[in-house]
Nanobody, 120 residues
């Protein structure tokens, strides 16, 4: 499975960005897709996850109500809509996939990361 993340960039606090993660290869309808993020000072932390088939979602408390994860199965793509961005959301965002939903970074496959910078 290969994952290609995109959509990062520079945005002012309060603004919005949408990240995309396109999956290719041996994807499965049982696979969970997730977003994590990491800064130089922190370990990789969970942001959100969605199941491919059921559409169930899980969010970190820090992003609940501001971020929305969704998926387009026809395009094998997962999105992360980020609204009301805060400076502390600045990080490299990674998409990941596996067959088990988890909030710890034990996913089998990872994308290359896309940088999100939120300025004041």
């Amino acid at each position: 499975v290969q994952l290609q993340a995109s959509g990062g960039g520079l945005v002012q606090a309060g603004g919005s960005l949408r990240l995309s993660c396109a999956a290719s290869g041996r994807t499965s309808s049982n696979y969970v897709m997730a977003w994590f993020r990491q800064t130089p000072r922190k370990e990789r932390e969970f942001v959100a996850a969605v199941t491919w088939s059921g559409g169930s979602t899980v969010y970190a408390e820090s992003v609940k109500g501001r971020f929305t994860i969704s998926r387009d199965n026809a395009k094998s793509t997962v999105y992360l809509q980020m609204n009301s961005l805060k400076i502390e959301d600045t990080a490299v965002y990674y998409c990941a996939t596996s067959n088990v939903l988890s909030t710890i970074p034990t996913y089998r496959y990872w994308g290359q990361g896309t940088l999100v910078t939120v300025s004041s």
